[in-house]
């Protein structure tokens, strides 16, 4: 690692906010856990430790507020920071976190083509992050274990996009092994896997197999039971049952699910999403 460092005061400062920022960003307090984020990197000026994990958090925050743009140069500021290192483990652990990072932001804007290379490189970088220990940096951010998962979900986002189904499911069952595997089940391990079964379901809805679909909604229903699950995964979860109900031609029910939607959520896209299929019912009951 590159030498120099902040003094023992600066330490606990840096300490204090990346904890208040992590905690905010876990109760999706993200303009709170942003700029907790951004003081820190402040304050770690001198700190090559703790700055790149700085950059992850403010870069995530971005991500989920789907300022791609701004949170996309901070990566890249990141990733220019870790390219100071010196080669080893540690490195690659972060360059790792980067790419991921780079790579939703992408999946998330529609850019499957872009993010392919990042997720290249991570097929490369990911054994890595299975051998991390409790004391590497990347645990101020995230643990590693669920930086892996992580990495499933870009995998399953780029098929998904890309159209190819049958490997997003594939990645799908993958991810949510993984998580059993685990030895504690964390709130943030929760909304993964919330994620994971979401994109399992629709995957099963656009293949026809409504059976597995309603299987992985059943799953989903559980996990949205818990107390740290947004409003948005509970809008996300009846917006997934009213296109389920429309499959199968239960179309006041799929309505009801749908409206659901707009009473319960501010985000656009699924008030978006929830509309147009609400349009697609009144022309199925016109007929």
């Known amino acids: 690692l590159l030498r120099g460092g902040p003094d023992l005061q600066d330490r606990r400062t840096i300490s204090s906010l990346l904890l208040l920022a992590k905690a905010y960003a876990g109760k999706e307090c993200f ?12 304050a770690a000026e001198k700190d090559n430790l ?16 789907e300022k791609h ?27 790792a976190a980067f790419s991921t990072l780079m790579a939703l932001s992408l999946l998330l804007t529609g ?11 991570l097929q490369q970088l990911v054994t890595v992050l299975g051998e991390s220990k409790g004391s590497s940096v990347i645990c101020d951010w995230m643990e590693p274990q669920l930086l892996i998962v992580l990495v499933y979900l870009a995998h ?8 190819s189904t049958s490997k997003a499911l594939a990645y799908t069952d993958k991810g949510l092994h993984f998580i059993k595997s685990l030895k504690e089940e964390t709130s943030l391990a929760v909304k993964l896997k919330s ?12 293949g026809g197999k409504y059976s597995g679909a309603l299987d992985d909604l059943s799953q989903l229903f559980l996990i949205c ?4 699950v947004s409003s948005r995964h509970l809008a996300s979860f009846h917006l997934l049952l009213g296109l389920y109900a429309s ?41």
Not at 31 to 42: H, K, P, S
Not at 50 to 65: H, K, M, N, T, W
């Open 31 to 42: 303009d709170a856990a942003r700029e907790a984020y951004r003081r820190a990197r402040d």
């Open 50 to 65: 703790s700055r790149p994990v700085c950059f992850l958090g403010e870069a995530q925050c971005l991500i989920a507020r």
């Open 69 to 95: 743009t701004e949170a996309r140069e901070i990566l890249r500021q990141g990733s220019a920071c870790v390219g100071q290192w010196e080669e080893g483990n540690e490195r690659k652990r972060l360059s």
């Open 111 to 121: 850019q499957a083509k872009e993010a392919k290379k990042h997720l290249k490189q």
């Open 156 to 163: 399953i986002l780029y098929y998904f996009i890309s159209g």
């Open 195 to 206: 994620h994971i079964f979401h994109y399992k379901a629709l995957c099963q809805l656009i």
């Open 225 to 228: 039971r818990q107390r740290y």
């Open 247 to 287: 499959s199968v031609e239960h179309l006041e029910w799929s309505s009801g699910h749908l409206l659901a939607v707009l009473k319960m959520s501010k985000d656009c896209h699924l008030q978006h999403n929830a509309l147009l299929n609400i349009i697609v019912l009144r022309l199925k009951q016109c007929k």
